[in-house]
Protein backbone atom coordinates (compact mmCIF):
# COMPACT_ATOMS: atom_id res chain seq x y z
CA UNK A 1 0.00 0.00 0.00
CA UNK A 2 1.12 3.19 -1.11
CA UNK A 3 1.78 5.83 1.64
CA UNK A 4 -0.86 8.54 0.76
CA UNK A 5 -3.37 5.50 0.74
CA UNK A 6 -2.71 4.32 3.68
CA UNK A 7 -3.01 7.88 5.43
CA UNK A 8 -6.45 7.98 3.91
CA UNK A 9 -7.28 4.24 5.34
CA UNK A 10 -5.50 3.98 8.80
CA UNK A 11 -4.53 8.14 9.44
CA UNK A 12 -1.29 9.52 9.99
CA UNK A 13 -0.46 8.21 12.96
CA UNK A 14 -0.18 4.64 10.92
CA UNK A 15 2.82 6.14 8.80
CA UNK A 16 6.67 5.80 8.97
CA UNK A 17 8.83 8.91 9.15
CA UNK A 18 9.71 7.66 5.37
CA UNK A 19 6.46 7.26 4.24
CA UNK A 20 5.06 10.99 5.78
CA UNK A 21 8.15 12.80 4.07
CA UNK A 22 7.10 10.68 0.78
CA UNK A 23 4.06 11.99 1.07
CA UNK A 24 5.51 15.62 0.89
CA UNK A 25 7.79 14.81 -2.01
CA UNK A 26 5.03 13.25 -3.55
CA UNK A 27 6.54 11.70 -7.08
CA UNK A 28 9.75 9.77 -7.97
CA UNK A 29 11.79 9.40 -10.52
CA UNK A 30 11.71 6.57 -13.17
CA UNK A 31 14.29 4.46 -10.72
CA UNK A 32 12.90 5.45 -7.81
CA UNK A 33 9.85 6.11 -5.80
CA UNK A 34 8.69 8.96 -3.47
CA UNK A 35 9.51 6.69 -0.74
CA UNK A 36 12.53 5.10 -1.60
CA UNK A 37 13.38 9.00 -2.20
CA UNK A 38 12.16 9.73 1.03
CA UNK A 39 14.35 7.12 2.92
CA UNK A 40 17.38 7.93 1.15
CA UNK A 41 16.95 11.73 2.92
CA UNK A 42 16.74 10.08 6.25
CA UNK A 43 19.43 7.93 5.83
CA UNK A 44 21.81 10.17 5.47
CA UNK A 45 21.92 10.75 9.29
CA UNK A 46 21.60 8.71 12.68
CA UNK A 47 18.68 6.64 13.20
CA UNK A 48 17.79 8.77 16.16
CA UNK A 49 18.41 11.71 14.55
CA UNK A 50 16.61 11.42 11.47
CA UNK A 51 13.95 13.67 11.47
CA UNK A 52 15.57 16.69 13.64
CA UNK A 53 18.52 16.72 10.92
CA UNK A 54 16.04 17.60 8.52
CA UNK A 55 16.85 21.16 9.93
CA UNK A 56 20.15 20.75 9.38
CA UNK A 57 20.31 19.68 6.05
CA UNK A 58 20.72 22.01 3.68
CA UNK A 59 18.68 23.25 -0.05
CA UNK A 60 21.27 22.44 -1.52
CA UNK A 61 22.14 18.89 -0.02
CA UNK A 62 18.86 18.04 -0.78
CA UNK A 63 18.56 18.93 -4.74
CA UNK A 64 21.92 16.71 -4.38
CA UNK A 65 19.36 13.89 -4.51
CA UNK A 66 18.31 12.74 -7.43
CA UNK A 67 14.62 13.20 -7.60
CA UNK A 68 14.62 16.30 -5.16
CA UNK A 69 14.66 19.58 -7.26
CA UNK A 70 13.68 22.95 -5.65
CA UNK A 71 9.85 23.04 -5.16
CA UNK A 72 9.96 19.87 -3.08
CA UNK A 73 13.49 20.95 -1.18
CA UNK A 74 11.61 23.74 -0.54
CA UNK A 75 8.58 21.88 1.04
CA UNK A 76 11.11 19.85 2.97
CA UNK A 77 12.45 23.10 4.61
CA UNK A 78 9.32 24.83 5.73
CA UNK A 79 7.70 21.34 7.42
CA UNK A 80 10.92 21.68 9.41
CA UNK A 81 10.35 25.28 10.16
CA UNK A 82 6.71 24.47 10.65
CA UNK A 83 7.33 21.86 13.32
CA UNK A 84 9.37 24.61 15.24
CA UNK A 85 7.01 27.36 15.33
CA UNK A 86 4.21 24.51 16.36
CA UNK A 87 6.68 23.14 19.59
CA UNK A 88 7.24 27.28 20.10
CA UNK A 89 3.30 28.12 20.46
CA UNK A 90 2.37 24.65 22.83
CA UNK A 91 5.31 26.00 24.87
CA UNK A 92 3.94 29.46 25.06
CA UNK A 93 0.70 28.85 26.60
CA UNK A 94 2.94 27.27 30.29
CA UNK A 95 5.89 30.22 29.46
CA UNK A 96 6.72 31.51 32.91
CA UNK A 97 9.81 33.20 33.38
CA UNK A 98 9.97 32.50 36.77
CA UNK A 99 10.31 28.43 36.14
CA UNK A 100 13.47 27.56 34.05
CA UNK A 101 12.10 24.74 32.62
CA UNK A 102 9.24 26.71 31.01
CA UNK A 103 11.82 28.91 29.32
CA UNK A 104 13.60 26.13 28.38
CA UNK A 105 10.60 24.11 26.38
CA UNK A 106 10.04 27.87 24.45
CA UNK A 107 13.12 28.65 23.43
CA UNK A 108 13.90 24.72 22.79
CA UNK A 109 13.04 24.21 19.06
CA UNK A 110 14.05 27.27 18.44
CA UNK A 111 17.73 27.04 19.57
CA UNK A 112 18.52 23.17 19.20
CA UNK A 113 19.08 23.23 15.76
CA UNK A 114 21.37 26.16 15.68
CA UNK A 115 24.68 25.45 14.20
CA UNK A 116 26.53 28.16 15.49
CA UNK A 117 25.68 29.49 19.16
CA UNK A 118 23.71 32.43 19.58
CA UNK A 119 22.82 34.73 22.78
CA UNK A 120 19.33 35.94 23.73
CA UNK A 121 18.57 38.98 26.10
CA UNK A 122 15.05 38.63 27.48
CA UNK A 123 14.05 41.81 29.12
CA UNK A 124 11.26 41.57 31.53
CA UNK A 125 8.89 44.05 33.27
CA UNK A 126 8.19 44.29 36.75
CA UNK A 127 6.05 41.39 36.85
CA UNK A 128 8.48 39.50 34.84
CA UNK A 129 6.50 39.61 31.45
CA UNK A 130 8.76 39.46 28.15
CA UNK A 131 9.29 43.20 27.10
CA UNK A 132 11.41 42.02 24.43
CA UNK A 133 14.37 39.89 23.01
CA UNK A 134 17.54 40.57 21.33
CA UNK A 135 20.19 38.07 19.09
CA UNK A 136 23.31 39.57 21.10
CA UNK A 137 25.78 37.62 19.69
CA UNK A 138 25.89 34.93 16.72
CA UNK A 139 29.18 33.26 16.95
CA UNK A 140 31.25 30.20 15.74
CA UNK A 141 30.42 26.72 16.35
CA UNK A 142 31.91 26.89 19.58
CA UNK A 143 32.32 30.45 20.92
CA UNK A 144 30.39 33.58 20.90
CA UNK A 145 31.70 37.24 21.85
CA UNK A 146 29.25 38.60 24.35
CA UNK A 147 29.17 42.68 25.61
CA UNK A 148 28.03 43.05 29.22
CA UNK A 149 28.14 47.20 27.97
CA UNK A 150 25.58 45.74 25.06
CA UNK A 151 23.79 43.53 27.86
CA UNK A 152 22.65 46.78 29.63
CA UNK A 153 22.44 49.53 26.71
CA UNK A 154 19.49 47.14 25.44
CA UNK A 155 17.83 46.49 29.35
CA UNK A 156 18.04 50.57 29.93
CA UNK A 157 17.02 51.54 26.51
CA UNK A 158 13.86 49.35 26.88
CA UNK A 159 12.97 49.93 30.38
CA UNK A 160 13.76 46.56 31.67
CA UNK A 161 13.73 45.50 35.09
CA UNK A 162 14.94 42.22 34.80
CA UNK A 163 17.17 40.02 32.66
CA UNK A 164 17.42 36.26 31.27
CA UNK A 165 20.30 35.06 29.13
CA UNK A 166 19.49 32.11 27.06
CA UNK A 167 22.20 30.77 24.85
CA UNK A 168 22.56 27.22 22.96
CA UNK A 169 25.40 25.07 22.81
CA UNK A 170 25.81 23.43 19.04
CA UNK A 171 27.59 20.56 20.52
CA UNK A 172 24.33 19.54 21.98
CA UNK A 173 26.37 19.02 25.78
CA UNK A 174 24.34 21.59 27.65
CA UNK A 175 27.25 21.76 30.40
CA UNK A 176 28.32 25.43 30.89
CA UNK A 177 32.08 26.60 30.24
CA UNK A 178 34.51 28.66 32.10
CA UNK A 179 33.41 31.58 29.11
CA UNK A 180 29.71 31.01 30.29
CA UNK A 181 30.65 30.90 34.26
CA UNK A 182 33.05 34.07 33.65
CA UNK A 183 30.10 35.98 31.76
CA UNK A 184 27.35 35.23 33.69
CA UNK A 185 29.50 36.43 37.22
CA UNK A 186 30.44 39.80 35.29
CA UNK A 187 26.59 40.38 34.45
CA UNK A 188 25.59 39.59 37.57
CA UNK A 189 27.79 41.77 39.01
CA UNK A 190 27.08 45.29 36.42
CA UNK A 191 23.24 43.77 36.95
CA UNK A 192 23.81 44.58 40.56
CA UNK A 193 25.19 48.09 40.35
CA UNK A 194 22.59 48.87 37.28
CA UNK A 195 19.90 47.88 39.69
CA UNK A 196 18.74 45.12 36.87
CA UNK A 197 19.29 41.61 38.24
CA UNK A 198 19.99 38.87 36.23
CA UNK A 199 17.46 36.17 36.83
CA UNK A 200 19.14 33.61 34.97
CA UNK A 201 21.42 32.50 32.43
CA UNK A 202 20.43 29.31 30.64
CA UNK A 203 21.98 26.95 27.97
CA UNK A 204 20.31 24.60 25.45
CA UNK A 205 21.60 21.42 24.19
CA UNK A 206 20.25 18.96 21.97
CA UNK A 207 16.88 18.08 24.15
CA UNK A 208 18.67 19.23 27.42
CA UNK A 209 18.86 22.58 29.28
CA UNK A 210 20.57 24.01 32.15
CA UNK A 211 20.28 26.79 34.27
CA UNK A 212 22.62 28.57 36.18
CA UNK A 213 20.36 29.76 38.60
CA UNK A 214 19.00 26.15 39.25
CA UNK A 215 22.88 24.71 39.74
CA UNK A 216 23.62 27.84 42.39
CA UNK A 217 25.76 30.32 40.16
CA UNK A 218 22.94 32.59 40.80
Known amino acids: MKPYEKFLKHGAASLTDAELLAIIIRTGTRNA ?23 HITMQELMGIDGIGEVKA ?12 MAKQHAAQTLDFKMPSSIADYYMEQ ?11 LLLDTKLHLMEE ?20 HALRAGACK ?31 MEIPLLDHLIVGDGCYLSLKEHGYI
Open 74 to 85: VKIKCIAELSTR
Open 134 to 153: YLLSKGTVNASLLSVREVFR
Open 163 to 193: IVLLHNHPSGNCSPSMEDLSITKKIIEAGKL
Open 111 to 121: MRHEEVEKVLL
Open 33 to 55: SALSIAQQILNRFEQNRQLNSLH
